[in-house]
């Protein structure tokens, strides 16, 4: 297993002690253990409806954005959640699917919004629906104003410390996951992201400048099949991209504009059998020519894929600390590392 999932998945004791997996993630996010500890408030999904304005005790809805305080949320049963308006996270909130299936799916999906310390984990989303402006229950039981939103699975805006792991993500409208306006300090980790034209955008557009501060980790991700480009799409901020299994694209894999650095670390490309085998394109500034930091250090690359590094210069470093650092792993051991990219089958009777 990944150093995340080894944290974790050997107890089989795992579900008397849920809170447990704040301390097994890594990378950029750092620790999340402002989601665990005594003052925790464990809240249970028993009615898969949904109210965006008014939201019912029971529902996904009352528990992600009307419960001030931490909040760990589990689902008493299987459940498909068709969301009436974009879901609005709290801070502090942990939204776990372990050991059933949950899907939030056919309508709009999730946005963590000026909010930190946000754990999901292990949650289908799929066929998310650009959404029409209108009133929503925002973080804290506020109602907000919410303008057009483009139909992503999940979408990052102003928010930090972030962690998003185990989860499976295909066929939306817009994209499956977008970390955009000053969003920083997010781990991107063992999701599995398939079927999809645009996957996954780091920053939010080329004006948005505050973006160069965005540090994002992506590691032990499974991209593919049927992914054409954005895995991810880099504008001004840093991103170490380690430990990915890439199953074939379309357009590109890795791509960026706006000065971005990004470090991909013995990641698995596996070029498709027809189209472009350059895993990496850059968009040009036609005034000046755009300068941008791509390295590869120690990637793989099967049936013909080929990566165009920045000429000359250094590696970046992620430079993280010790409680976000983790080893990255020798390519060959990628398929393995991946094997269990996704949301997990946990069964009652054993480990997951």
Known sequence: MNAIDRCWRYNSEWRRHRSELATCSVGYAGKMLNNMGKDLIRYKVTDLSDDPINPKPGTLRYGASMIQGKVWITFQRDMHIKLEKPLLISSFTTIDGRGIKVEIAGNACLMIFKATNVIIHGIR??????????????????????????????????????????????????????????????????????????????????????????????????????????????????????????????????????????????????????????????????????????????????NGASFTITKGGHVPKPNYTKEQSFEVVDVKFVRSLTRSSGVLRCTKTSIC
């Open 125 to 302: 989303v799929h066929h998310c629906k650009p959404q029409a402006p209108g009133i929503v229950m925002g973080p804290e039981g506020k109602l907000i104003p919410l303008g057009h939103v483009d139909g992503d699975a999940i979408r990052l805006v102003t928010a930090s410390k972030i962690w998003i792991d185990h989860n499976t993500l295909y066929d939306c409208q817009d994209g499956l996951l977008d970390v955009t306006r000053g969003s920083t300090n997010v781990t991107i980790s063992n999701n599995w992201f398939k079927n999809q034209d645009k996957v996954m955008l780091l920053g939010h557009d080329d004006g948005y400048v505050r973006d160069q501060n965005m540090m994002v980790t992506v590691v032990y991700n499974h991209f593919g099949p049927n992914c054409n480009q954005r895995m991810p799409r880099i504008r001004y901020g840093y991103a170490h991209v380690a430990n990915n299994l890439y199953q074939g694209w379309v357009q590109y894999a890795i791509g960026g504009s706006m000065e971005p650095s990004l470090k991909s670390e013995s990641n698995l490309f596996i070029a498709p059998i027809v189209g472009s085998k350059e895993v990496t394109w850059r968009k040009a500034n036609n005034k000046n020519g755009d300068r941008w930091e791509f390295y590869s250090v120690g990637d793989a690359f099967e």
